[in-house]
């Protein structure tokens, strides 16, 4: 596995390194707003593919669940936020200008939304599965908890009164003014409002970029809602004696009812893999809530009969005329205390051609068809109920307001309990699953994760296909009310009166049909987000309120259709019946084949991650902020919650460091990542390629950039060393480094995860070959009295107390701690829930006291004086060191680094079994791969044959997990140093391009990391020329006799110089160390051109990577990798390298005509050549890994056998 140059240095670039962030990250449930009003941009940088636009992010807080993606939503409050900082970086944005923050909070009755300015909690870092407490920053009590239910009660509660109240008011007016038409009018009113809302959902978006304000759209929306509330309030008293002014009091509310309805599918819109059927759900629970409360309010009035003047308030306007104020109210407070802030939304019409351009949309309009019909469906409820309660039943005012107030109470159990049916359901297709194929339920959801759940044909008990497993379940429960309301009607018909029964049946049934549209409300948005492609879903967002407008504007026209066709021309016949019939015909049956994938986090909602957090900047009045990848104790792999920077913008590589400014933002990376950085990374960023000339390092930037400027930095995150070297440079510029408190990501970062803590246990004397107890002593020896030492590399702590902990870093078998070490007394500062009885026991043999994690900070400040010096490695961080007192801290190279670079007998006979173990997985692996590939087997991508080799690795004794991600990759990936491949998006293995994998197993008794790049067709001529110089550098190495004190440095060029012969080069380290039972990549020396590789000399027992490569972009990648350790040669003074990689080279890949003799003799079995190179030349490489490994092999493993032998 490839090392950069800087990866290992003590200068200011050793900081760069990060472990990659997994995808499922995760996360934040994030819902993006696009706020570019063009979907294309002309200039060259984007003229071929679709612009990431900016974008406005609604995070609703959750935690994981047990089934698929399944999240736990305790916030009752959702946000959007945004920033208005323009970029002055890439994009051609016309509203980047007017863009900022505002954070407003959304629930609606009919699946619509509307805005209020609010602030999410943030979830602290220390937070377990399952616990909702408040950050610091934002502390939550029970009364703020109670404001927010409130505001989002209010607003729910006044647009619930004008969604569904205003009919039986309005109806009975109408039907004095047009006693014969009033059906058709109270349709008509009602499908034009629809109408308004269809319109403006296709089009407010754009209105709000023509204003330049998304607040007074939504305040003009709101008024204009006052308006239509009033105008057909007073109609129904007399006031206005016109039908008009109804419908038009109609078409104001359609307005504003389409501005909601676009907000409320940007809810379902969601671009992070989070579980937005959770979210969705509380909306529908808010919008049930208003509901239920709306006839009741409807019964009080018709009670209550109040005049003033000459109007008389009562059950047929009191409804319209309270919403009325509330709304007059509600856009006066919006007005006033809402700040001005841009959000337009595109022309939806644009991205929906390109859609259809592009194909494959059968999935996303089966959603809108199914979307259609609830929306049909639930329109249908509320314009029949209260009329057949009022007209057909002749109810009571009261008794009306109590059934309906029963159906849509009983509605809630939809919304209130979706998810709880959801995971339900799961468990029992699960225990059927599990039954059926006899295999237990743990080793089914394990095969789902591994499949990633969620791809076309996933189990239905996990991952996307247990939301469609719901979405079935849910129509079928809508069916079966259907059905119960034809039969009443059927009934009734047939008796040509109402009787207690059908009531009673039609009443169940419509409470059946509002369950199951709740539910439907919840998951058929979740679906229709997921079918939709990344880069149009934002664009076809307004598609979704549109959608429901049309069932809306359908239900009422299609019922009196039907109604005037029936042969009784009454409204007790075939009319409802015909309606319901329609709902039930839309094709569900293709949902199962619905594919989709969980896409990884879009560009938009990275981009609004990075406008908020720019304002946390202005808040701190801060011009900079410095974002490593590292966590507090400079580790290259980082668990996934200090995965700061891929989560702020997206790198996911393990090297880097940026610099987020109020209108730019710059990251720096190594040559292993350029071609990374440039596809994960938007346009909002300016990527440095470090390494390559003219371009400045981050340090160099800030001195050159950053005149009289506030710097921020978590002071966890930075090195002492390194923080003070900023300090300087930043002085002469007259800038400050500013050590802020919080980390400022983290404020922003609602989802994120908690530490994983797992147990420790201790490695057993026959891996380690020395105890704790002498290991401690050595360093006591070296201090010396009235001094003490700080370790804070996580593996310095883990080899030195020989404890290991699997799972809490990823790939690496270390905890999270510091070590205080003196003559006096040892302190482990760790978190205790990870300490075991029998670990606790042995700590306390080693006379090491323990203290909590958290308090390294107040015991260092109360010990620092008992010592005249204070040690501390390089990698210490500058909080740390604050802690320690800056008078007495000395930063130094760690005395346990160097004792741990040296493996001692028992380390490296561990190393020696551990390779030949991987060994034998990487050939059977290679063996079976090669059978495949030439068989023509169509299912072998990257991914399914990672899968395989980690299959096979798993069934090796003392095997602990892999020790980095395995690096599959075929093609132009291969020329990505550290590419990932991903399930959904797995290039497919074939003849004409090599195939490279780099990976490696981590085992009790060592940790192994091997690279091979072969080819299963005719390589081309260009490829075998790479390939070979490659082999030419890789046999240099291997094969030196160096003098003592030769360092990495020195060797260096000897595996670059054939390479150099054709005008080539890699940009990556060409080794590094490596851990026992530790970190895959290990210090203090290594095989590099870096200046601080020629510190240390290459010592007996330290071992390291030989791994040259070539990589043309785009095109391949080449890389032979194998660990070799020091030894003694056979002249005194002088020393040589033994391999411990047993896996052969591939030789279809070498071009002869290049090598030398002694290179040939190296590669092949040729007796009279490696007798004569004896000095040099070990046993011929492949010959080697024959002689060790076929009596390894099973002799039934003939594939294995047969296929080593030709090698």
């Known amino acids: 596995m490839t090392v950069d140059d800087s990866s290992m240095k003590s200068d200011d670039r050793s900081q760069s390194n990060k472990s990659s962030v997994s995808v499922q990250t995760n996360n934040r449930n994030d819902i993006a707003i696009q706020t570019s009003p063009a979907l294309y941009d002309n200039n060259e940088a984007s003229q071929n593919g679709l612009l990431a636009p900016s974008t406005t992010s609604l995070a609703p807080t959750a935690h994981n669940g047990v089934y698929g993606n399944n999240s736990n939503i305790r916030s009752r409050s959702v946000s959007f936020a945004s920033t208005a900082a323009p970029s002055r970086v890439g994009v051609n944005d016309p509203y980047a200008a007017f863009r900022s923050k505002s954070t407003i909070s959304l629930a609606l009755p009919t699946g619509d939304a509307i805005e209020i300015e609010d602030e999410p909690d943030q979830l602290p870092t220390d937070q377990k599965p399952g616990q909702r407490t408040p950050s610091p920053q934002q502390p939550s009590t029970k009364m703020q908890i109670f404001r927010r239910m409130c505001i989002i009660n209010l607003v729910a509660f006044s647009f619930g009164i004008d969604s569904t109240l205003w009919l039986p008011s309005v109806y009975n007016f109408i039907l004095t003014l047009r006693p014969n038409d009033a059906d058709r009018y109270l349709a008509v009113t009602q499908a034009v409002s629809a109408l308004a809302q269809f319109i403006v959902s296709l089009s407010i978006g754009v209105f709000a970029a023509k204003v330049h304000s998304l607040k007074w759209t939504i305040v003009v929306c709101i008024a204009l809602s006052f308006a239509g509330n009033f105008l057909y309030s007073c109609a129904g008293v007399g006031a206005l004696n016109n039908v008009g002014a109804i419908i038009g009091g109609r078409i104001l509310c359609g307005i504003a009812s389409g501005s909601s309805g676009l907000a409320m599918g940007f809810i379902a819109i969601s671009t992070a893999n989070v579980d937005r059927l959770e979210a969705l759900s509380q909306y529908r629970t808010y919008a049930g809530i208003a509901l239920v409360l709306g006839p009741a309010l409807n019964a009080l009035f018709g009670l209550i009969d109040i005049k003033i003047g000459n109007y008389t308030i009562n059950e047929n306007n009191a409804p319209t005329y309270c919403s009325s104020f509330i709304m007059a109210l509600l856009a006066i407070l919006l007005g006033l205390f809402l700040s001005n802030k841009t959000k337009p939304a595109p022309n939806p019409i644009v991205p929906a051609i390109e859609f259809f351009r592009r194909g494959h949309y059968g999935p996303s309009l089966i959603i809108l068809c199914s979307m259609l019909s609830s929306s049909y469906v639930s329109a249908l409820i509320l314009y029949v109920l209260p009329d057949r309660l009022s007209s057909f039943w002749g109810f009571s005012t009261g008794v009306q307001a109590g059934l309906q107030t029963a159906v849509y109470a009983a509605g809630l159990i939809g919304s209130l309990l979706s998810s709880y049916i959801r995971d339900g359901l799961g468990r029992l297709v699960l225990s059927i699953t599990s039954w059926k194929n006899g295999v237990d339920k743990v080793t089914l959801l394990e095969r789902a994760k591994a499949d990633g759940g969620v791809s076309a044909g996933a189990p239905l008990y996990t991952g996307i296909g247990l939301e469609i497993l719901l979405g079935i379940v849910s129509f079928l429960w809508v069916s079966l009310g259907l059905i119960a309301m034809m039969i009443s009607f059927g009934l009734d018909f047939v008796y040509s009166s109402s009787q207690a029964s059908t009531a009673a049946g039609f009443l169940i049934g419509c409470a059946v049909v509002m369950v199951g549209y709740n539910i439907q409300a919840a998951v058929l948005p979740t679906l229709f987000s997921k079918s939709l492609p990344n880069d149009l879903r934002v664009a076809l967002t307004p598609w979704y309120g549109a ?37 039930l015909g839309v094709p569900i049956e293709h949902l199962p084949s619905f594919e989709t994938k969980l896409l990884q986090t879009s560009q938009t909602e990275l ?7 720019r304002e946390l900047l202005t808040d701190n009045k801060l011009d900079y902020y410095i974002v490593p990848t590292t966590d507090a104790h400079a580790s290259e792999y980082v ?52 390494g390559l000339p003219g371009v400045p390092t981050w340090t160099e930037w800030l001195s050159k950039y950053t005149q009289s400027a506030r710097i921020g930095v978590d002071p966890k995150l930075m090195t002492y060393k390194q923080a003070t070297s900023i300090e300087d440079i930043l002085r002469d510029v007259e800038s400050q480094l500013i050590y802020t408190a919080h980390n400022l990501i983290d404020q922003i970062w609602y989802e994120r995860p908690a530490l994983p803590l797992r147990p420790l246990f201790v490695l057993g004397m026959e891996f380690t070959g020395k105890h704790a107890s002498e290991k401690l002593k050595d360093v006591d020896n070296w201090l010396g009295p009235k001094r003490a030492f700080i370790a804070s590399a996580l593996d310095d702590i883990a080899w030195v107390l020989n404890l290991r902990c699997q799972d809490s870093v990823p790939f690496n078998p270390v905890f999270y701690s510091y070590l205080l070490i003196s003559q006096s007394k040892k302190v482990l500062f ?22 909590d994690y958290a308090n390294i900070d107040n015991t260092l400040k109360s010990v620092s004086s008992n010592y005249t010096t204070i040690f501390a490695s390089e990698t210490v961080s500058r909080a740390v060191a604050s802690d320690s007192g800056f008078s007495r801290i000395r930063t130094t190279t760690s005395p346990i680094t160097l004792a741990k670079a040296a493996k001692n007998p028992v380390e490296l006979k561990g190393a020696r079994e551990a390779y030949k173990r991987d060994g034998l997985a990487f050939v059977r692996f290679l063996a079976w791969l090669d059978g495949q590939v030439r068989a023509g087997n169509p299912d072998l991508t990257e991914w399914n044959v990672s899968a395989k080799f980690d299959e096979i690795r798993s ?8 020790a980095y991600e395995n690096i599959s990759a075929t093609g132009a990936n291969a020329a990505l140093p550290h590419y990932s491949t991903s399930k959904d998006n797995s290039p497919k293995l074939d003849l004409t391009t090599p195939y490279l994998n780099d990976s490696g197993g981590q085992y009790l008794d060592g940790t192994c990391d091997t690279t091979r790049t072969v080819h299963f067709g005719k390589p081309t001529k260009e490829q075998k020329v790479a390939f070979t110089r490659v082999l030419q550098g890789h046999i240099a190495i291997d094969s030196l006799v160096f003098p003592e004190g030769t360092t990495g440095g ?7 110089r054939p390479l150099w012969l054709e005008n080539l080069d890699f940009g990556h380290g060409t080794g590094h160390g490596i851990g026992a039972y530790l970190n895959v990549h290990e210090g203090p020396h290594g095989i590099n051109k870096g200046l601080s590789f020629a510190q240390f000399p290459l010592r007996v027992g330290c071992m390291n990577s030989n791994e040259p490569g070539y990589y043309a972009e785009n095109k391949f990648g080449m890389r032979i990798e194998s660990v070799v350790t020091v030894k003694e040669s056979s ?10 990689t047993k896996v052969p080279i591939d030789k279809r890949l070498v071009d002869y005509s290049l090598l030398t003799q ?50």
């Open 1158 to 1207: 002694f290179e040939k003799d190296w590669l092949n079995v040729g007796t009279f050549h490696v007798l004569k190179y004896t000095l040099t030349t070990p046993k011929a490489h492949n010959e080697d890994v024959k002689q060790t490994l076929l009596p390894l092999l099973d002799k039934s493993d003939k594939l294995t056998r047969k296929w080593l032998q030709l090698q």
């Open 955 to 962: 069934k090796l004794p003392l095997f602990k997990g892999l």
């Open 1131 to 1140: 002249k005194k003074g002088w020393l040589k390298y033994e391999r411990l």
């Open 639 to 690: 668990a996934d919650a200090d995965a700061r920077l891929a989560f702020l913008s997206g790198f996911t590589g393990s090297s880097g460091v940026a610099i987020v400014g109020a209108y730019d933002a710059h990251l720096w990376t190594d040559s292993r990542y350029y071609i990374q950085a440039e596809r994960e990374l938007s346009r909002a960023w300016t990527l440095h390629k470090d």
């Open 1050 to 1056: 020195h060797i260096d060029v000897l595996a670059r």
């Open 607 to 613: 981009n609004d991650r990075l406008e908020d957090f």
């Open 830 to 851: 760790v978190h205790k829930d990870q300490l075991t009885g029998v670990v606790s026991d042995y700590l306390s043999d080693l006379n090491v006291e323990i203290k």
């Open 547 to 583: 959608t429901v407008a049309m069932g809306k504007i359908l239900a009422p026209l299609i019922t009196e259709a039907i109604t005037k066709a029936t042969p009784t021309g009454g409204r007790t016949g075939g009319n409802q019946i015909g309606g319901y019939a329609l709902a």
